[in-house]
């Protein structure tokens, strides 16, 4: 069994599904500081043809908030003007402009679970079948030090093999992990624009495979 553990981002790139893939358990890290000018809400899309970044516009967003607490500004004109240029650009791209129509139907009250539900939608239509938990949820106290969070849990959910992004390696050590009888992978992917971008592409399932554990 594997476990990964990440922080919701809204249709993040594809190395972040291909860990998704790669893991029996997924954890939205929901319960920790919002990061301005981070991922969580913002990403890279092609409009008119160029790669432009988007912001998905919040309600008083502050890194003293979780990410579970911010709140997503549906009636503010940035975010009436982000859907309208959404629908024109995704247009002849059925599954993402369905994704996103989905969203905004529904139109989750806050940013983690916006994010949380591209994710799942995406992740559906990519036939990934991983489960899903969010780390609010889990009975675990909150440490300061943030190798001992994850490690908790890893292990109240039994598991004992952590996958984390590559970009961990530049945080975390394996010795660091095995410290607390976990054993820590990175997951070496692939990088792209948001999956809205590319869910559509006739090899977007072979792409997901193009990844390795190191």
Known sequence: MKIAIMQPYFMPYLGYFQL???????VFYDDVNYIKK??????????????????IPLIKPSQNKKIKDVEVNWE??????????????????PKALNIFESIVKLKPNTISNMAMLSIKLACKELNINTKFLKSSELAYTKKEDKILNLAEICK?????????????SKIYTKKDFLDQ???????????SPSLLDIIDT???KDK??????I
């Open 20 to 26: 998704i893939k790669e893991v029996d358990l997924f």
């Open 202 to 204: 006739i090899d977007i």
């Open 208 to 213: 997901l495979l193009k990844y390795e554990c």
């Open 76 to 93: 503010c004109s940035d975010m009436k003007k982000l859907i309208k240029t959404f629908k024109y650009n995704l247009n002849n791209k």
């Open 181 to 191: 009888g976990i054993t820590l992978q990175f997951l070496k992917g692939l990088s």
């Open 38 to 55: 981070g991922w969580i809400n913002r990403n890279y899309i092609t409009i008119n043809n160029k790669l432009q970044r988007f912001t």
């Open 156 to 168: 109240i959910n039994n598991i004992k093999n952590y996958v984390n992004a590559e970009g961990g």
